[in-house]
């Protein structure tokens, strides 16, 4: 079946710096591409989708790339801060169909 | 304020004792899902349901049921939980030509 997966569980980082976290999934009839944050104790929050003929988005400090030839999706978040610690998880979806969650990675932003 | 709610937020119950986690949301969304989450496992979707009275298997249905009489509720029901069913509960809506979902705060269910 289709699977997503995230390629590190944890990431730390300063702050000021960029975060990369990356994605890879199998189902390549998936037509778009989430990203969501978790914060302790809360439920997932929306961060930025991506449609599946479309190779980067970009939206306020973040940024997704997708490429397909590699089934690789990544989020780029900009000048890290220590509010951007949480756990992100990619997602995909076919129209019509369940939304796939990836397993999570952990981002730790150190001040 | 625009939100999902999720009753009760924790519930301990015991094996077989059927139960209902209620959702509700004050969007006006037509698509409700719900998930569950366990340590290494992620979110995994347990049944979706695109507008009232329309309702689809997720990834994990099995030993749960929905309905959705109402566009802005949609509640879980475990008929005869079992221990296997303690999870981390979230409940989602959003509108049809949106892929932002809107998650609510979570019900953490333990089944002794």
């Known amino acids: 079946g289709e699977s997503v997966g995230l390629h590190l569980p944890t990431l730390s980082v300063q702050e000021g710096d960029n975060s990369i976290i990356n994605c890879a999934y199998s189902n390549s009839a998936s037509d778009y591409f989430i990203w969501y944050k978790q914060e302790s104790g809360k439920g997932p929050q929306f961060i930025i989708d991506?449609?599946?003929?479309?190779d980067k988005r970009q939206g306020q400090r973040v940024t997704v790339l997708l490429n397909k030839t590699v089934k690789h999706l990544s989020l780029q978040i900009a000048a890290t801060q220590p509010g951007d610690s949480a756990v992100y998880f990619c997602?995909?979806?076919?129209?019509?169909?369940?939304?796939?969650f990836g397993k999570g990675t952990t981002l730790s932003v150190s001040s | 304020e625009a939100q999902v709610t999720q009753n009760p937020r924790y519930l301990i119950t015991v094996t077989g004792k059927k139960l209902t986690v209620t959702c509700s949301q004050n969007?006006?969304?037509?698509?409700m899902s719900w998930y569950r989450q366990d340590p290494g496992l992620g979110l995994r979707q347990i049944y979706y349901?695109?507008?009232?009275?329309?309702?689809d298997k997720g990834d994990v249905p099995e030993g749960y049921k929905v309905s959705r009489k109402e566009k802005r509720n949609f509640p879980l029901i475990l008929e005869s939980p079992s221990p296997n069913q303690t999870s981390l509960y979230f409940c989602?809506?959003?509108?049809?030509?949106?892929?932002?979902?809107?998650f609510g705060p979570g019900t953490r269910l333990t089944v002794l």
């Open positions: 989602a809506s959003r509108n049809t030509g949106s892929n932002e979902q809107f």
């Open positions: 969007m006006n969304h037509e698509y």
């Open positions: 997602a995909e979806n076919q129209a019509g169909t369940a939304l796939i």
């Open positions: 991506i449609r599946s003929n479309m």
């Open positions: 349901s695109m507008n009232v009275e329309v309702t």
